[in-house]
């Protein structure tokens, strides 16, 4: 482990089109202690001759699977070939501003080693540039138990948005290869949670592209998904299992309220009603909602 090392860790699969903007803003950032690991996860296009055309700079890697193995073992392939103290997790299609890693290890170094991660705000872009979302991403809590029950109510985090120190990850585990459904980071930010503080800077440092033929994903299946996995920790991690009827409380209010946004009205109702009847936390979500419009007004 070198340190200072930022390890940058982004899987490419078939990521031609977008490589240009992820790896120069790598290279624009302040900070330039980074290595950049690529790994081509069996691509079809000219992703490889793409990567190579900016391998002059020696920071720059390219690793290749033998077969398509999906993001989680593609990423836990980068990490394990990372020489650096800190590990950043960047998809292919996103970009960081150029302050983002500078403020994060500033941020590391005045933290002690019970802090696992740091992590930021982000915008959210549609591929033509205009913004759909200045998303500011929820506070952690003080503590490593108060901060646990949080994350399992919540995700707080957005990958593009976080560093960490590469012992948590030799501590607790990369990513979970059986995760095929989109929440292999929430399952690795939870196993961080158990044993580490998280720390947050208030700024948006990152941008996240939606394709817009894939923004319409299958939301329900998610929620359904994220509340069996928090579940699960529940119990892996022996907490009151009363948790479990706030976390299906939160999910199904908030599943409610895009619902009602996509003129679901129906189906918007039916899953606020729910909320409101399994947990107090139901009316919490609408409390939430309520005061959020009359700062609108």
């Known amino acids: 482990m070198i340190k200072g090392l930022v390890s940058v860790i982004t899987p490419v699969y078939n990521g031609a089109e977008f490589l240009d903007r992820s790896i120069k803003s790598v290279l624009a950032q302040n900070y330039t202690n980074w290595e950049?690991?690529?790994?081509?996860?069996?691509?079809?296009?000219?992703?490889?001759?793409?990567?190579?055309?900016?391998?002059?700079?020696?920071?720059?890697?390219?690793?290749?699977?033998?077969?398509?193995?999906?993001?989680?073992?593609t990423r836990n392939k980068g990490i394990e070939e990372a020489e650096g103290e800190y590990i950043a997790?960047?998809?292919?299609?996103?970009?960081?501003?150029?302050?983002?890693?500078?403020?994060q290890v500033e941020q590391f170094k005045k933290l002690d080693q019970s802090y696992g991660l740091v992590y930021s705000n982000l915008e959210v872009r549609f591929e033509n540039g205009s913004v759909v979302d200045q998303k500011k991403e929820i506070a952690p809590a003080p503590d490593i138990q108060k901060n646990l029950e949080l994350m399992l109510l919540t995700n707080l985090i957005s990958s593009p948005t976080v560093l960490i120190r590469k012992t948590v990850l030799d501590d607790v585990g990369t990513f979970?290869?059986?995760?095929?459904?989109?929440?292999?980071?929430?399952?690795?930010?939870?196993?961080?949670?158990?044993?580490?503080?998280?720390?947050?800077?208030?700024?948006?440092?990152?941008?996240?592209?939606?394709?817009?033929?894939?923004?319409?994903?299958?939301?329900?299946?998610?929620?359904?998904k994220t509340i069996e996995l928090a579940e699960k920790y529940v119990h892996e991690f022996g907490l009151d299992p009363e948790i479990n009827k706030r976390i299906k409380a939160k999910h199904f209010y908030r599943f409610g309220i895009e619902s009602l946004k996509k003129r679901s009205i129906l189906s918007g109702l039916i899953y606020i009603c729910k909320s409101l009847s399994i947990s107090k936390q139901g009316f919490i979500e609408l409390g939430k909602t309520i005061r959020n419009r009359f700062r609108l007004l």
Do not use: T
């Not at 997790?89 to 960081?96: G, K, S, T, V, Y």
């Open 176 to 224: 979970d290869p059986a995760i095929l459904w989109g929440g292999d980071d929430y399952d690795l930010w939870i196993r961080i949670a158990q044993s580490y503080k998280f720390s947050y800077i208030d700024k948006v440092l990152c941008i996240r592209y939606e394709h817009q033929k894939n923004y319409s994903a299958d939301k329900k299946r998610m929620m359904f």
């Open 89 to 103: 997790l960047l998809d292919q299609d996103d970009e960081w501003f150029p302050e983002k890693l500078e403020r």
């Open 36 to 73: 950049l690991i690529l790994i081509d996860d069996k691509s079809k296009d000219n992703s490889i001759q793409k990567i190579q055309s900016y391998a002059v700079d020696d920071r720059i890697k390219l690793l290749k699977n033998e077969s398509n193995s999906g993001i989680s073992a």
